[in-house]
């Protein structure tokens, strides 16, 4: 949808396929925190992608607020990580990045910045810039601003495979109603991306890894920081909803919430936020996210059929990384020079598999 938006506005005519409905997969399960959850552990291509996000999506959703009227609610709620063994990685990191992080290591500093914050904890890492969205209300806004820009969008239209002219070049896509001619193709397939006949010869790393989430019905202001503990965490909405999240298992596109994880992820909420134990658990959900090796996402053109791109394997980062990524691409097909050198995403760059993905998979 980003790509469609940013095409409509420098007066192309994108359409716009999805094989479900529109914007209800991976971009809509996530938490839309706009930060990598510990950046110091990634490969710093992955720093580099989401600092462009962070300095852009606030534009980008009051921009969207004054065309649609709808608020994709960008706040800077700030990232609170108590007990962490890592200062030193993230201060250079922040050093680096020149990203604000404090050491919080007094109680009473803690309960100021957080007063829901269980008392067990007594050190923390603050990093008061640290923003989030709203993502299903991100993409909400821009799927009514593609319809004001008259952006034809075809839900429940999967995209089956391609047809090659001369030189292959693509010339067509075809899907199940009819086959439509085209100039050029963007793949933003996320989890699915691997799966594509485009990809028979030169088989691409991108694999489903779930994750649910749960949904806490609290009052707006009770919660007031994103938590982050042991990889998960909890991020208040502006509403007073809390998303309390997220499991990670290697699935084979297996959406199915589970009992067990509802109960633990319950179990991380209330050890962060005791007051949570007296609210409602509203919704629990779950999504696929779109694996590469290390999270470093492809963006690129693909190797041997012309005119084909491809800008997926986000991983858990795609919200944040995703506004970068679209710019990145669409400067190459422009001829423009961009904010970083595109072939650090190349089909053919190494990606050494980090430990998550290595043990899981
Ligand atoms: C539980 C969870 C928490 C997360 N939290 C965060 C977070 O806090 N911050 C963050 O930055 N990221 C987060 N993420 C990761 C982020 O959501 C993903 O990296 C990102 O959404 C990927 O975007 P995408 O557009 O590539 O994939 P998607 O949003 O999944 O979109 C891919 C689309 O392609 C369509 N499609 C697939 N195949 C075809 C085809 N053949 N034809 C037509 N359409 C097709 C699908 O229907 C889908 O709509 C989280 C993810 C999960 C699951």
Redesign the pocket.
């Known amino acids: 949808m980003l790509t469609a938006y940013f095409l409509a506005e420098q007066g192309h005519s994108p359409i716009l396929?999805?094989?479900?409905e529109?914007?209800?997969?991976?971009?809509?399960?996530?938490?839309?925190?706009?930060s990598p959850l510990y950046p110091w552990r990634y490969a710093k291509e992955i720093s580099l992608l989401s600092a462009y996000g962070q300095q852009h999506y606030q534009s980008l959703c009051q921009d969207l607020y004054d065309k649609t009227g709808i608020d994709s609610e960008w706040i800077q709620s700030g990232l609170l990580t108590p007990n962490l063994d890592e200062l030193e990685q993230a201060q250079q990191w922040a050093k680096q990045y020149k990203s604000e992080l404090q050491i919080i290591d007094n109680h009473a500093d803690l309960e100021a910045i957080e007063a829901q914050l269980h008392p067990q904890f007594e050190s923390a890492l603050w990093m008061p810039e640290i923003a989030q969205l709203r993502?299903p209300r991100l993409l909400k806004a821009l799927k009514c601003r593609l319809e004001q820009m008259q952006v034809e969008i075809q839900a429940h239209?999967?995209?089956?495979d391609i047809k090659q002219g001369r030189n292959q070049q693509v010339t067509a896509v075809l899907t199940e109603k009819e086959t439509i001619t085209v100039d050029r193709v963007i793949l933003?397939?996320?989890?699915?991306?691997g799966q594509?006949n485009a990809w028979k010869n030169t088989p691409l790393n991108v694999k489903p890894v779930?994750?649910?989430?749960i949904l806490f019905k609290a009052a707006p202001q009770q919660l007031k920081r994103i938590i982050l503990h042991q990889g998960r965490y909890l991020i208040p909405r502006q509403d007073g909803r809390i998303l309390c999240?997220?499991s990670l298992a290697f699935t084979q596109f297996d959406k199915q919430i589970h009992a067990k994880t509802k109960q633990s992820l319950q179990q991380t909420a209330y050890q962060l936020a005791p007051f949570l134990k007296q609210v409602k658990i509203e919704h629990h959900w779950c999504?696929?996210?779109?694996a590469s090796p290390n999270g470093v996402p492809y963006i690129d053109e693909h190797p041997e059929i012309k005119n084909l791109y491809i800008n997926?394997g986000?991983?858990?980062?795609?919200?944040?990384?995703?506004l970068g990524s679209v710019k990145l691409l669409l400067d190459k097909l422009m001829g423009k020079t961009s904010f970083l050198d595109i072939n650090h995403f190349s089909l053919s760059r190494e990606r050494p598999a980090s430990h998550e993905f290595l043990e899981n998979n």
């Open positions: 396929l999805d094989k479900g529109l914007a209800k997969e991976s971009s809509w399960a996530g938490g839309g925190i706009l993502n239209t999967a995209m089956l933003c397939t996320g989890a699915w991306s594509l779930s994750g649910e989430m999240g997220s999504g696929l996210r779109p997926t986000h991983y858990r980062y795609g919200v944040t990384m995703g």
